[in-house]
């Protein structure tokens, strides 16, 4: 069974710059993919974040942008802000309807 | 405005079976419906999808088989169905609507319904 990865955590200084990745258990992201970011904040449903693979969704700040790393795909913010504090998502659209999400990224911002 | 509303939260007993639902509004209920199951404390699991138009269903290998999913497109609503509730199916689960052109992602999601199973 595809397994998709992400970092279980990882920490930002504000002001910072960091970019969480997304892979496969074999294989490469590629944008046939499909690609997608959610950020989830505690008791909150999901927000989308990026869509195929660099789209920001309506609303979301230019500090996300999302691309392809060598064989993952990533999601990079620049100039995190304390707000910025969530759980993350990686989705991968594997073809005939069926979806894979990532483990999640739990990015602290300190 | 487009807004997926789901049921509300449910405390049920195991061996229980349990209809959740999930209706849209504000759009032409066409777009694919997904659910995800979120365990306490743990990410997103992706459970399986359906098409209103025709119900053709689609489900993730870990889901098949215990739950099922379907829709009501006269009154613009989807649902997920247990048979015989388990303790291990106490979770968030979250109904997102899949974008229709072409691109691939959710791009709308329901607020969560809280299922607790416990004797």
């Known amino acids: 069974q595809t397994v998709v990865t992400q970092e279980p955590s990882f920490s930002v200084s504000p002001g910072g710059t960091v970019t969480l990745t997304c892979g496969l258990s074999s294989g490469s992201v590629s944008t046939s993919y499909y690609p997608s970011w959610y950020q989830q904040t505690p008791g909150q449903a999901p927000r989308t974040l990026i869509y195929?693979?660099?789209t920001r969704s309506s609303g979301v700040p230019d500090r996300f942008s999302g691309s392809i790393l060598g064989n993952k795909a990533a999601l990079t913010i620049t100039g995190a802000q304390a707000d910025d504090e969530s759980d993350y998502y990686c989705a991968l659209y594997m073809g005939s309807g069926i979806w894979v999400f990532g483990g999640g990224t739990k990015l602290t911002v300190l | 405005e487009v807004q997926l509303v789901q049921s509300g939260a449910e405390v049920k007993k195991p061996g229980e079976s349990l209809k959740i639902s999930c209706q849209g509004s504000?759009?032409?209920?066409?777009?694919?419906i997904g659910w995800v199951r979120q365990m306490p404390g743990k990410g997103l699991e992706w459970m399986g999808i359906i098409l209103p138009g025709n119900s053709d269903t689609r489900y993730s290998p870990s889901f098949q088989g215990q739950v099922t999913i379907s829709v009501d497109k006269s009154i613009s609503t989807a649902y997920l169905q247990w048979s015989s509730l388990k303790a291990s199916d106490t979770a968030m689960y979250y109904c997102?609507?899949?974008?229709?052109?072409?691109?691939?992602?959710?791009?709308?999601w329901g607020q969560g319904t809280l299922v607790t199973v416990s004797s």
């Open positions: 195929s693979t660099n």
């Open positions: 997102m609507r899949q974008d229709g052109l072409g691109t691939y992602y959710f791009d709308y």
């Open positions: 504000g759009y032409s209920f066409t777009y694919w």
